[in-house]
């Protein structure tokens, strides 16, 4: 059972930053970042594979954020800049039990942590 615990959300400006940390319990699996917003599905935000060799981003937050992991922690991180009052929503990571990633949608993953709330006020 792979186990992921979130931690650094908090409360920012527009146009702040925030580093989102995932640590794992195993490794190397494929990981991501999802958030979901109240009253919307959860979306994909990030996804890298488990030899870091891809990474997968969506359009909305291209060029803004940046996954990345740490092997010899066990840890995956999401930089978040430039952040806008629309990427407020709970953040989750998530693995698949997989190296590979097979894509972005929440049903590709099979382990979730609890989440980490992120507010971007205007």
């Known amino acids: 059972q792979v186990q992921l615990v979130e931690s650094g959300g908090g409360s920012v400006q527009a146009g702040g930053s925030l580093r989102l940390s995932c640590t794992t319990s195993?490794?190397?699996?494929?990981m991501g970042w999802f958030r979901q917003a109240p009253g919307k599905e959860r979306e994909g935000v990030a996804t890298?594979?488990?030899?870091?060799?891809?990474?997968s981003y969506a359009d909305s937050v291209k060029g803004r954020f940046t996954i990345s992991r740490d092997y010899v922690e066990r840890t995956l991180f999401l930089q978040m800049n430039s952040l806008k009052p629309e990427d407020t929503a709970m953040y989750y990571c998530?693995?698949?039990?997989?190296?590979?990633?097979?894509?972005?949608?929440?049903?590709?993953?099979?382990?979730w942590g609890q989440g980490t709330q992120v507010t971007v006020s205007s």
């Open positions: 998530a693995a698949d039990a997989r190296s590979q990633c097979s894509g972005m949608a929440a049903t590709d993953f099979n382990y």
């Open positions: 890298m594979t488990g030899d870091a060799l891809a990474t």
């Open positions: 195993g490794y190397p699996y494929c």
